[in-house]
């Protein structure tokens, strides 16, 4: 599959979880929020220039927010992921390895613990700025840290749990198990 | 020159990503406050289509339950049918007066509820029925259990309604047995919970009393139920309550909604304008 389409397809599959299955599920805990729809900025391909990266970031924000008709706020937390992304990836592995072996970061190019920490950090990245912008709007300061925690957590494991079911990783789990 | 282009050029990203935060959060925090994001009823109306589609498919799973409430609400109303009162004849002539003939005030318009959010600080409901349809902003919006917000925004088929678990939504209410003078608001904790303030002591409230919009409201009817008081608590700096309702209306499972017109609402508006003016 082309790379254009496969992630085309991405972008419209995150958005339509992240709408018609993770908002709809009751809130077990007023802190805890299902957020997995970035997980399509994580995952696009290194050799995608900043330029592109900001501005696919900015329309994959704004599409989200005209289904949660809170236009501006989703789209400002992804420029600002697609715009850490390179330092991390940079800081986490050396150039020629991404550039010549693997087309995007997965557990397989990365390796299990660097992959994990680039997805933590702009996880926590991505919630801070978004509850962050909640917060001046509403503010409460206990709320903002315990939202800020728990949805990173549970943010997490449903990131985990997509690794394991996306079949981008087949090689990978011959290699963990 | 040139040293400016090669600094624009150095760091395009870095301007590129402050041109992009500039334009959302200019765009959240103006248009957001308003609700009255026109340019966006064309993107509205696309996010609606794909919305209709997927409730198509889900209503199916709750049509028991609708077929209840509605049951439940259509006896309600066969109750107060005038041919189920008579009272013993004790006159001997009829006089029809012209006069004191009622004015009607309120016009229900129904609707199918298309998406209902809970998950955000600020929670909309999309219904399928727009300006087309006769729809304006500032509609009320009540469901079958009790209220569940207004009109903010409509496009030619589609309406938004902010609804009370919004953080700006505030709505006039009174307890339906002791009066009072209140508004209903959110803390944008739990969804199923609203807060009544402004409710003064000298007021006897307890816990399980019904919540209803206040006859002071100039969108709602007067005494739709809006929740039950769960929690009584009073303000240490003020001489009022704050009072924790539980919503009549269940945000997470809304199927059907009546939109409210209010046929007084531009003869108030207007009388009241002039006032302002003169």
């Given at each position: 599959m082309s790379n254009l389409l496969k992630n085309s397809l991405r972008f419209a599959l995150f958005i339509l979880i992240q709408v018609f299955l993770l908002d709809k599920i009751p809130p077990i805990n007023e802190f805890i929020v299902p957020i997995l729809y970035f997980l399509f900025i994580l995952w696009l391909p290194f050799n995608i220039s900043k330029t592109q990266l900001l501005l696919l970031g900015f329309l994959f924000g704004f599409v989200l927010d005209i289904f949660t008709k809170s236009p501006g706020l989703h789209a400002s937390a992804c420029t600002l992921i697609a715009y850490i992304r390179p330092f991390i990836i940079h800081l986490l592995m050396p150039k020629e390895t991404y550039e010549t072996n693997y087309i995007e970061p997965s557990i397989v190019s990365m390796g299990f613990l660097p992959y994990m920490i680039y997805v933590l950090i702009l996880t926590i990245m991505h919630h801070f700025y978004l509850i962050l912008l909640e917060w001046i709007s509403f503010g409460d300061f206990v709320f903002f840290i315990g939202k800020l925690i728990a949805s990173t957590g549970i943010s997490m494991l449903l990131i985990l749990i997509t690794e394991m079911l996306s079949p981008r990783n087949i090689k990978s789990r011959s290699r963990f198990n | 020159m040139l040293n400016i282009i090669q600094i624009i050029s150095r760091f395009k990203v870095l301007l590129l990503l402050l041109l992009l935060q500039g334009i959302s959060l200019y765009i959240l925090f103006n248009f957001n406050s308003l609700h009255?994001?026109?340019?966006?009823s064309t993107a509205y109306e696309i996010t609606g289509s794909i919305n209709l589609r997927y409730n198509n498919l889900q209503s199916y799973f709750n049509l028991k339950a609708e077929n209840d409430k509605l049951r439940e609400q259509n006896v309600l109303l066969l109750n107060q049918l005038k041919a189920d009162f008579q009272s013993p004849e004790n006159n001997s002539n009829v006089i029809t007066d012209t006069i004191s003939a009622d004015k009607r005030k309120y016009l229900y318009l129904s609707s199918k509820v298309i998406s209902s959010s809970v998950i955000a600080q600020n929670n909309f409901v999309t219904l399928y029925r727009g300006a087309n349809q006769g729809v304006e902003i500032d509609m009320g919006v009540v469901g079958v259990e009790g209220v569940i917000g207004r009109v903010v925004d409509v496009s030619p088929n589609m309406a938004i309604v902010m609804s009370l678990?919004?953080?700006?939504s505030s709505i006039v209410a009174q307890v339906k047995t002791a009066g009072g003078f209140g508004e209903i608001v959110w803390d944008g904790k739990d969804p199923r919970f609203v807060t009544l303030i402004k409710i003064a002591k000298a007021i006897d409230v307890k816990k399980g009393d019904t919540v209803v919009t206040s006859p002071y409201s100039d969108i709602f009817p007067p005494g739709q139920t809006i929740g039950f008081i769960s929690d009584v608590k009073t303000d240490e700096n003020t001489n009022t309550y704050v009072l924790k309702v539980k919503t009549a209306i269940n945000f997470y499972n809304i199927h059907h909604a009546f939109l409210v017109k209010s046929l007084l609402k531009g003869e108030l508006d207007s009388l009241i304008n002039k006032v302002k003016k003169d």
């Open positions: - | 009255r994001a026109t340019y966006l678990i919004h953080r700006k």
